[in-house]
């Protein structure tokens, strides 16, 4: 009985019945833990004693890390019934869904490595520009929306091989700048709408790709204007989003603009699936070494 009146106790916290619920459905370390409900180590080591200590979880040791799983199925009836009284346990599982599949993409470090070593050393005929012509030349032809294209560097890039690509952005200096610059190196197929991220001027259903590049945290509405992204596609169409992981430099409010400080990976995820897309995917795919060490978000999904 005093078992029963412990582990009733060490439930009586959300915090804990969060661990408990995550901990039900995959074996987790400290730090995979940390990242999903964006919680401190100290805080997460202290609950997990508590449940250690009720005999709720037990760990094992993997390396250098411990593992935790759930120990004890005596109260699962009633951790379930006490989720639906806590707002924040359906972001977990979104949460723990993405740190699942970081843990399966075994071969991202590697890349990772790979990346950082790119163009380090001199290498005669090798850069990141040669790269990106010959992945670009890979594209099939597309009607493709730039949304928040500011001057359009990425657009006339697009426009190589593109069908056609519509650059949209908010600022008249910076249309008139970009369709400048399209018609003196003769891109027909690009063209520069004046018009906002959350009812950009392009027709329902005509886009193949919708493209943000770091623009998405300038709009005061992320989520409409991927919502808006999804009218404009056609079925089987793919939205890509370029943008800033959420960090705590103030200062780009000012220096950039910024209307938000980036966003996390289960922020994105949930914009896009809230908006209908699936097959939904995202990755860390830059990691800046200065600080304020900046990393870049890469996110993408299909219309149906």
Same mark, same amino acid.
């Given at each position: $009985?005093?078992?029963?009146?412990?582990? /009733?106790?060490?439930?009586?916290?959300?915090?804990?019945?969060?661990?408990?619920?995550?901990?039900?459905?995959?074996? +987790?370390?400290?730090?995979?833990?940390?990242?999903?409900?964006s919680?401190? *180590?100290?805080?997460?080591?202290?609950?997990?004693? *508590?449940?250690?200590?009720?005999?709720?979880?037990?760990?094992?040791?993997?390396?250098?890390?411990?593992?935790?799983?759930?120990?004890?199925?005596?109260?699962?009836d009633?951790?379930? #019934? #006490?989720?639906?009284e806590? @707002?924040?346990?359906?972001?977990?599982?979104?949460?723990?869904?993405?740190?699942? =599949?970081?843990?399966?993409?075994?071969?991202?470090?590697?890349?990772?490595?790979?990346?950082?070593?790119?163009?380090?050393?001199?290498?005669?005929?090798?850069?990141?520009?040669?790269?990106?012509?010959? +992945?670009? *030349?890979?594209?099939p @032809?597309?009607?493709?929306?730039?949304?928040?294209?500011?001057?359009?560097? !990425?657009?006339?890039?697009l426009?190589?091989?593109?069908?056609?690509?519509?650059?949209?952005?908010?600022s008249?200096? $910076?249309?008139?700048?970009?369709?400048? /610059?399209?018609?003196?190196?003769?891109?027909?197929?690009?063209?520069?709408?004046?018009?906002?991220?959350?009812?950009?001027?392009?027709?329902?259903?005509?886009? =193949?790709?919708?493209?943000?590049? *770091?623009?998405?945290?300038? #709009?005061?509405? @992320?989520?409409?204007?991927?919502? #808006?992204?999804?009218?404009?596609?056609?079925?089987?169409?793919?939205?890509?989003?370029?943008?800033?992981?959420r960090?705590?430099?103030?200062?780009?409010?000012? $220096?950039?603009?910024?209307?938000?400080?980036?966003?996390?990976?289960?922020?994105?995820?949930?914009?896009?699936?809230?908006?209908?897309?699936?097959?939904?995917?995202?990755?860390i795919?830059?990691?800046?070494?200065?600080?304020?060490? !900046?990393e870049?978000? +890469?996110?993408?999904?299909?219309?149906?």
């Open positions: $009985m005093a078992s029963i009146l412990k582990s /009733l106790r060490v439930l009586a916290d959300p915090n804990r019945v969060r661990l408990l619920l995550l901990l039900e459905r995959e074996e +987790l370390s400290v730090a995979e833990l940390q990242e999903i409900l919680t401190g *180590q100290s805080r997460i080591s202290t609950h997990l004693s *508590q449940l250690k200590q009720a005999g709720l979880v037990e760990d094992r040791r993997q390396g250098k890390n411990s593992l935790y799983h759930l120990n004890n199925r005596q109260f699962i009633l951790l379930h #019934a #006490a989720a639906s806590i @707002p924040e346990a359906e972001e977990d599982t979104k949460a723990l869904q993405l740190v699942l =599949d970081k843990r399966r993409d075994k071969v991202r470090g590697y890349f990772d490595e790979l990346a950082g070593k790119f163009g380090r050393d001199y290498v005669p005929g090798r850069s990141w520009k040669g790269l990106a012509e010959t +992945l670009l *030349q890979l594209m @032809p597309m009607v493709v929306g730039d949304l928040g294209a500011g001057e359009g560097t !990425f657009s006339q890039l426009a190589q091989r593109a069908a056609r690509v519509i650059a949209v952005d908010n008249a200096n $910076m249309v008139e700048f970009g369709a400048r /610059l399209a018609k003196e190196n003769g891109l027909a197929n690009l063209e520069y709408r004046l018009g906002d991220l959350e009812s950009p001027p392009i027709d329902d259903g005509s886009l =193949d790709l919708a493209f943000f590049s *770091q623009s998405l945290h300038h #709009a005061l509405h @992320p989520q409409k204007a991927v919502c #808006a992204a999804h009218r404009l596609l056609k079925p089987e169409g793919r939205i890509v989003i370029l943008d800033l992981k960090h705590s430099f103030e200062q780009a409010r000012e $220096m950039y603009a910024d209307t938000w400080l980036g966003f996390s990976e289960v922020e994105l995820r949930a914009f896009l699936e809230d908006a209908g897309f699936e097959r939904v995917e995202s990755w795919v830059d990691r800046e070494k200065q600080t304020p060490a !900046f870049t978000i +890469l996110a993408i999904g299909s219309r149906r």
